[in-house]
T-cell receptor, first 116, second 114 residues
Framework: DAGVIQSPRHEVTEMGQEVTLRCKPISGHNSLFWYRQTMMRGLELLIYFNNNVPIDDSGMPEDRFSAKMPNASFSTLKIQPSEPRDSAVYFC??????????????FGPGTRLTVL | EDQVTQSPEALRLQEGESSSLNCSYT??????LFWYRQDPGKGPEFLFTLYSAGEEKEKERLKATLTKKESFLHITAPKPEDSATYLCAVYQVYSGGGADGLTFGKGTHLIIQP
């Protein structure tokens, strides 16, 4: 299996631009998670989906952030408009069991976002 | 208030020098504690899940233990390839609102010198 796939790996954009991050979970996995990692705050959960349905988005920092999962093999995290403080590494993770946080999460390689 | 605290922030060891990393937590209703390894430029890689106090798990040179307030990741006779950042995360069930999910510590950056 190819594991969790994220694209792009690196994104540099200017303040105010729209940014879309993409994730393909491991085939057959039923939960998908979006995390953000910074030096100051560490790894933080933004939102997660069970069976393509958003369950909890309370970690999303602002209305500028939105996430979708139109099908079991694809999810997007969009930031519009982007701001310099959004600069971070964004990780997508998936797990086999839906609704069970004790199940192992498999992380993608991350997207390093820089907002100038 | 930090619910998961890892110490030390950084640790430099000589090859073969055993040591322990600490993860202390203040959450209630712990459902699971996780250890991950993260290499530079990569996503976290799962190592262990511990569910209850007294539980221990081992994998090669690593051994994870859990008490009611903390977990230790013991590294025995480490090699340079064990150099990485080790992350601890807890899963708790929130009562009265709040988001379920994993809460991560900031990690311990481990360097093993040959």
């Amino acid at each position: 299996d190819a594991g969790v796939i994220q694209s792009p790996r690196h994104e540099v954009t200017e303040m105010g631009q729209e940014v879309t991050l993409r994730c393909k979970p491991i085939s057959g996995h039923n939960s998908l998670f979006w995390y953000r990692q910074t030096m100051m705050r560490g790894l933080e959960l933004l939102i997660y989906f069970n069976n393509n349905v958003p369950i909890d988005d309370s970690g999303m920092p602002e209305d500028r952030f939105s996430a979708k999962m139109p099908n079991a093999s694809f999810s997007t995290l969009k930031i519009q408009p982007s701001e310099p403080r959004d600069s971070a590494v964004y990780f997508c993770a998936s797990s086999l069991l839906a609704g069970e946080f004790t199940d192992t999460q498999y992380f993608g390689p991350g997207t390093r976002l820089t907002v100038l | 208030e930090d619910q998961v605290t890892q110490s030390p922030e950084a640790l430099r060891l000589q090859e073969g020098e055993s040591s322990s990393l600490n993860c202390s937590y203040t959450v209630s209703g712990l459902r699971g504690l996780f250890w991950y390894r993260q290499d530079p430029g990569k996503g976290p890689e799962f190592l262990f899940t511990l569910y209850s106090a007294g539980e221990e798990k081992e994998k090669e040179r690593l051994k994870a233990t859990l008490t009611k307030k903390e977990s230790f990741l013991h590294i025995t006779a480490p090699k340079p390839e064990d150099s990485a950042t080790y992350l601890c995360a807890v899963y708790q069930v929130y009562s009265g609102g709040g988001a379920d999910g994993l809460t991560f510590g900031k990690g311990t950056h481990l360097i093993i010198q040959p």
